[in-house]
């Protein structure tokens, strides 16, 4: 029976209210699974275990995605929160033994650095990855007894070549790994890094974005479950990146100057957006129903949200405040990995990626359409339309005109000004969902 799996962990998640009671089991089950896999996998430090055990998941054709994601956010309560599960966690960094526990201290050195810097916990959890993974790398490949202070850019440049070469990761991926180790060497070890040019790079050749015509996008739109629909028609109708969408806050849409304002963007840029003025009654109407949700969480003693940087500490009440809560909230409170506060945070990112790649499919189009694909479309549609590529630019918060160029390779008349492409979309079918 599934109620008897750890049941000191199922009590803390029933008393602690941030998982459903019909779902407590659920979360005591994958972590008695990850427990008896760890087992077997003892010589993997923690975190690299818990993403091995992750893929093993998503490797088997029975474990749907939300499951695996069930699991990940169960393994985190578990060696986050719950008392016994955080002091396995530091008995586990502390039987580490040798070169083996510097390796332990450094991600931890890491983690703290990396949130001195105020980097996002996206940042953080691939970072650690990375620097997990080269380690991994240097132990199990190279046959070499890490010896951290002795560590050099011949290292980081072999490892570099081996992603290029042996694994073939695309060069995104590549440049990901060598951002996280450059943060490590510079920010953790104070190791200078020299000729890692001279690395096996992974090419990428030029390549065109993926584009949806406007017959697509609406046939988008009519097939989209209803509760999502805003999702989409904001991600086309203001050219929003995936986590621009998930952070966007109550205080962020100007209705009377029909712009959305985008905090903290890609390179911790601000900058300001179309608002649909197609979308203005249903998002007010959205967030009516949010405000309701946030209601109920103040009730209930909770309905607070995560404040960027030191502002928590300079205006301590002002996470519960109507105008920091997310637009598109979470369904379910949850606990914050870093501060223990129970919160309700934005929707998730695989969310968002499901909705999309579940309604391409039912919409039968055949490309290989992304969230961002909505963002390429919105930019195309705009020049299409005439819009001034310079305006163009500033929407998307491209920092050179040659970054956004690449969409002219659609584009024949450039004239009027900016509109929104979703009011045009609407405008020329004459009708509503």
Do not use: C
């Amino acid at each position: 029976m599934l109620n008897d799996v750890l049941p000191e962990f199922q009590k803390f998640l029933l008393e602690r209210k941030i998982v459903p009671e019909k779902s407590v089991s659920f979360y005591a089950y994958w972590v008695s699974r990850f427990l008896s896999f760890f087992s077997d996998n003892d010589d993997l430090e923690l975190n690299l275990q818990i993403e091995k055990f992750l893929d093993t998941l998503r490797a088997q054709g029975n474990v749907a995605d939300w499951q695996v994601q069930q699991a990940e956010e169960s393994l985190r309560l578990y060696f986050d929160s719950f008392p016994e599960g955080s002091k396995l966690k530091a008995n586990l960094g502390n039987a580490v033994a040798g070169s083996d526990k510097d390796v332990f201290e450094v991600l931890d050195n890491t983690r703290q650095a990396i949130r001195i810097k105020h980097y996002s916990y996206r940042t953080e959890r691939s970072y650690l990855e990375w620097i997990n993974r080269f380690f991994v790398y240097l132990r199990e490949v190279k046959n070499k007894n890490i010896k951290v202070p002795e560590l050099t850019s011949d290292e980081v440049r072999d490892f570099l070549s081996y992603l290029a070469v042996k694994r073939r990761v695309s060069s995104s991926t590549q440049n990901q790994a060598f951002n996280a180790l450059l943060f490590l060497f510079n920010n953790v070890l104070n190791i200078k890094l020299t000729d890692l040019d001279k690395a096996v790079r992974a090419k990428r050749g030029p390549k065109l974005p993926v584009v949806l015509t406007e017959d697509e996008v609406k046939s988008l739109f009519d097939n989209v479950s209803n509760g999502n629909l805003l999702i989409l028609q904001l991600l086309y109708g203001a050219g929003l990146r995936l986590m621009e969408l998930a952070r966007l806050r109550v205080q962020d849409i100007d209705f009377n100057s029909d712009l959305i304002f985008v905090r903290s963007g890609k390179q911790d840029k601000d900058r300001s957006t179309l608002l649909p003025a197609f979308v203005k009654d249903d998002l007010k109407r959205h967030l009516e129903k949010v405000k309701a949700l946030h209601d109920n969480d103040l009730t209930a003693g909770h309905g607070e949200v995560y404040m960027p940087f030191a502002l928590e500490r300079k205006y301590p009440n002002a996470s519960r405040e109507w105008r920091w809560q997310y637009v598109f909230p979470a369904a379910k409170l949850s606990l914050d990995p870093r501060s223990g506060k129970v919160r309700r945070h934005h929707i998730s990112e695989k969310s968002i990626q499901n909705t999309v790649k579940n309604t391409v499919k039912k919409a039968g189009i055949a490309k290989h359409v992304t969230v961002h694909t909505l963002r390429h479309s919105f930019a195309t549609h705009l020049l299409l339309n005439g819009t001034n590529i310079r305006q163009v630019q500033e929407l998307l918060g491209h920092n050179h005109l040659e970054t956004t160029m690449i969409y002219t390779h659609v584009v024949r008349d450039m004239s009027n000004a900016p509109s929104s492409p979703l009011d045009r979309l609407y405008n020329k079918v004459g009708s509503r969902q």
